[in-house]
């Protein structure tokens, strides 16, 4: 069987004519992406790194961004993925605490406290332009401390968790167990009979930086099939690819499907669909209803996690023939080789059918132990996950878990600011968002929420901006003096 570092290397070289990657309206070939590859390590060994010295990469959707990983994984490199959407303060953060020895980013990147920090840490910088890359001029070569930067243990790619099983962390995909579990055990090239250029493209607007997206990308472009790009999901783009190559199975993130009912999509454009996907957040249960009314395409949800190497739970198109609306609500059943179960928060015993408690999950690919999440659920008497909430109060912003003590803590560092509590509050379009209810300190001017806005984008995320803001007096406390979140909560009712 072809390791993943081999077939990456293959589907590069395999049809250098052929359709690779539609972006904007354009299509890149093969032999381009292999070109971007092929220039990418020819500067990182000019810089003087070792073949096991570890590689950053911004991970912005774009088939240079594709190119450069698929180059990377075929010459066998640990690759440390950055979120792309924050801003330049986050990604300093970000290259001081992943050590690279080189740093690979887009032009739309690119920022002076960038290359300074890359420049206090030796670290060798490149930067796609379009898809050409080229050496930032006085980083092209890495310093002592850098270039000795080595990985010793089995290559991997490295990216952030969204907190499924407490705070983000950074969580490692090691090529191995990609290649068992998600591109599968063999891959035969595009369909059968049809050349490459030939084969319907497949849709990718998963982010590139995440499980969802490595796992959506790799099978798809390591059989050689082509597929269309986009930097970041949108109803206009995603109808467009469907009305275009008519598939028979596509999804959307659970935050746009009302989107879709509320737009009244009409019913030709979606014909050729015989299904819909929904995964990485919660999906309510009365929009999934809707939208299967209106359209009478079934739905078919998952749950999974990066902790868990992608899903572990999901709704086959069998099981929903089979029970229909009987369990609408529900994530579905455990995929082959997994498995789920509830246990009791205080003591973790195991809990009888329907009772509610946290969710633990056994995923071999992982590890052979259970792994306690943060997801509150039940499993009924026919085996089916109901999940109810997350025991962290963090908030579900569309397909990205936003725990509130992040945005707290970072809120805290303004000299304004004496006291801060952050609630989910409900969102039509992405389910909810971040309210942020606030206490200054008397003596420090007031300021703006402009103000506030760019003071947590130098310290958090750009999923974690708040999106409703209230000052006062004091925050609303329980008996026990405690910040009363359902209080909180309560001030932006009228949000």
Known sequence: METLQELSANVLARFPEARALEFEGHWYNWGELRAVGDDVARLIAAGGIS??????????????????????????????????????????????????AAF?????????????????????????????ASAIPGLEVAG????????????????????TTGPPKTFALKFDMIRKHHVGTTVSGVEEGRSADETPPALLYMPLGNISGIFTMLPIVLRGQPARMLDRFSIPAWLDYVKTYRPARQGVPPSMMQQLIDMRVPKEDLASLQSMGSGAAPLDPKVQAAFEDLYGIPVLV?????????????MPLELHKQFGRSKLGTVGRPRPGCNVRIVDPEDGHVLAPNEEGLLEVHAPRIQPDWIRTSDIGRIDEDGFLFLSGRADGAIMRGGFKVLPETIEKALLL???????????????RVGQVPGAAIRLHADQPVPTTDELIAHLRQNTLATHIPVHWRIVDQLPRNPSMKIDRPGVKRLFEQA
């Open 144 to 163: 002592p401390a850098a270039a000795a930067r080595s990985y010793d243990g089995e290559p991997q790619i490295e990216i952030l968790t969204s907190g």
């Open 104 to 132: 690979i980013m887009t032009t739309s990147d690119m920022a002076d406290e960038i290359r300074d920090a890359l420049g206090e840490e030796g670290i060798v910088g490149i930067v796609l332009d379009g898809m050409t």
């Open 414 to 428: 303004h000299p304004a600011v004496a006291e801060a509590a952050v609630v989910a509050v409900p969102d039509e």
């Open 51 to 100: 073949d096991k010295g570890p590689i950053c990469l911004v991970s912005r959707n774009h088939p240079a961004t594709a190119a450069t990983l698929l180059g990377l994984i075929s010459r066998g490199r640990n690759i440390r993925m950055v979120y792309p959407f924050q801003a330049a303060a986050g990604i300093v953060r970000d290259i001081k605490r992943l050590q690279p």
């Open 302 to 314: 998952s749950y999974g996690a990066t902790e868990f190497g992608g899903p572990v739970v999901d």
